[in-house]
């Protein structure tokens, strides 16, 4: 897996202190986080995230959407969801300037490669990992454009800065305007060579994949806040398996129905996990022996067909037996 990670990563224990809380847009706030002794935080790069630790078993994962050459704070916003466990809820109505907030990671399963121009697709939330790339492109000089819809301007975190920052490179498209976005004159419009970036709800996602798939001459990088949908075509959830760790040669049973993570965590062995939804990255183990049932989204098509690394937290195995890094 082409995973970044930042220099410095903040453990379990790591709390900051958020120094500001500002309204971006129609349900959106954003966080500024410093050091509560005013210690430089950890760099970063862009498309990374950091886990926020919001409750006993609330862990959430927010995008960095601020300045990566400013070490003094680290910035995140976050979308109210009505529909959610409370994540959002627990920002948007009880933390307050002052609050010291448990923090882990950093992680970046969203790197930014170099290209010879790139073309951003945003939908909603999904500027802000987005935005630290613009800043970074556009000082590099590459040729790059925006193509940032919402539900209606008055929802789209960020736009109004984005558009007024960079007039010549950003096209906002709220749906209640121009209706969907024109996703297919967009990938027809860029030269051979380009990135594209895209982040958003699953039907922009999927929809940009199908749009990219007739396009063999330039590379589709996109990134989930929720697990996109897998069609389970094995019986791989109703059969148990063996999970045996490399470096003891000890053996764990992971029961039908039972994900490989849990089953480790019964038995006691130390794995880091996070969103248990095979979203964040943060579970990942390297695989030496056997063939997994990839259930992430995290892992490219090519990644997950290399067959050298899983996510325990919702993946599971088409073999009897898999052999683990652990």
């Given at each position: 897996?082409s995973?970044?990670?930042?220099?410095?990563?903040?453990?379990?224990?790591?709390?900051?202190?958020?120094a500001?809380?500002?309204?971006?847009?129609?349900?959106?706030?954003?966080?500024?986080?410093?050091?509560?002794?005013?210690?430089?935080?950890?760099?970063w790069?862009?498309?990374a995230?950091?886990?926020?630790?919001?409750?006993?078993?609330?862990i959430?994962?927010?995008?960095?959407?601020g300045?990566?050459?400013?070490?003094?704070?680290?910035?995140?916003?976050v979308?109210?969801?009505?529909?959610?466990?409370g994540?959002?809820?627990r920002?948007h109505d009880?933390l307050?300037?002052?609050?010291?907030?448990?923090?882990?990671?950093?992680?970046n399963?969203f790197p930014?490669?170099?290209?010879?121009s790139?073309?951003?697709?945003?939908?909603?939330?999904?500027?802000t990992?987005?935005?630290?790339?613009?800043?970074?492109?556009?000082?590099?000089?590459?040729?790059?454009?925006?193509?940032f819809?919402?539900?209606?301007?008055s929802?789209?975190?960020?736009a109004?800065?984005?558009?007024?920052?960079?007039p010549?490179?950003?096209?906002?498209r709220?749906?209640?305007?121009y209706?969907l976005?024109d996703?297919?004159s967009?990938i027809?419009e860029v030269?051979p060579?380009?990135a594209?970036?895209?982040?958003g709800?699953?039907?922009?996602?999927?929809?940009?994949e199908?749009v990219?798939?007739?396009?063999?001459?330039?590379?589709?990088h996109v990134?989930?806040?929720?697990?996109?949908?897998?069609?389970d075509?094995?019986?791989?959830?109703?059969?148990?398996?063996?999970?045996v760790?490399?470096?003891?040669?000890?053996?764990?049973?992971v029961s039908a129905g039972?994900?490989?993570?849990?089953a480790?965590?019964?038995?006691g062995?130390?794995?880091?996990f996070?969103?248990?939804?095979?979203?964040?990255g943060?579970?990942?183990?390297?695989?030496?022996e056997?063939?997994p049932?990839?259930?992430?989204?995290?892992?490219?098509?090519?990644?997950?067909a290399?067959?050298?690394?899983?996510m325990v937290?919702v993946?599971?195995?088409?073999?009897?037996?898999?052999?683990?890094?652990?």
């Open positions: 897996m995973e970044v990670l930042t220099a410095t990563e903040f453990s379990g224990d790591a709390k900051l202190r958020v500001a809380k500002q309204v971006e847009a129609e349900g959106v706030v954003s966080l500024t986080l410093v050091d509560p002794d005013g210690n430089p935080l950890p760099s790069e862009p498309g995230h950091l886990d926020l630790i919001l409750g006993d078993d609330l959430r994962q927010y995008s960095l959407c300045d990566v050459t400013d070490r003094d704070r680290l910035r995140v916003a979308l109210r969801e009505p529909a959610g466990q994540g959002s809820a920002v009880e307050t300037v002052g609050d010291l907030i448990a923090v882990k990671g950093l992680r399963n930014l490669v170099g290209a010879d790139y073309l951003f697709v945003a939908g909603g939330i999904g500027i990992p987005l935005a630290p790339m613009i800043a970074e492109v556009d000082a590099r000089g590459v040729e790059w454009t925006l193509l819809g919402g539900r209606t301007a929802g789209m975190a960020f109004e800065t984005l558009a007024q920052q960079y010549d490179h950003v096209r906002l709220p749906q209640d305007e209706g976005l996703l297919g967009a027809a030269p060579g380009t594209v970036y895209c982040c709800p699953e039907p922009l996602l999927a929809a940009i199908a990219c798939a007739t396009r063999s001459d330039i590379e589709l990134e989930r806040f929720a697990p996109k949908i897998v069609v075509d094995s019986d791989s959830t109703d059969e148990a398996f063996e999970v760790l490399g470096r003891s040669g000890r053996t764990v049973t039972e994900s490989v993570l849990d480790l965590l019964e038995d062995v130390d794995v880091d996070s969103c248990r939804e095979g979203t964040c943060t579970c990942e183990q390297g695989v030496l056997g063939v049932d990839h259930r992430d989204s995290v892992l490219s098509e090519d990644e997950q290399a067959n050298d690394c899983m937290c993946s599971r195995s088409c073999t009897p037996k898999l052999v683990l890094d652990l």
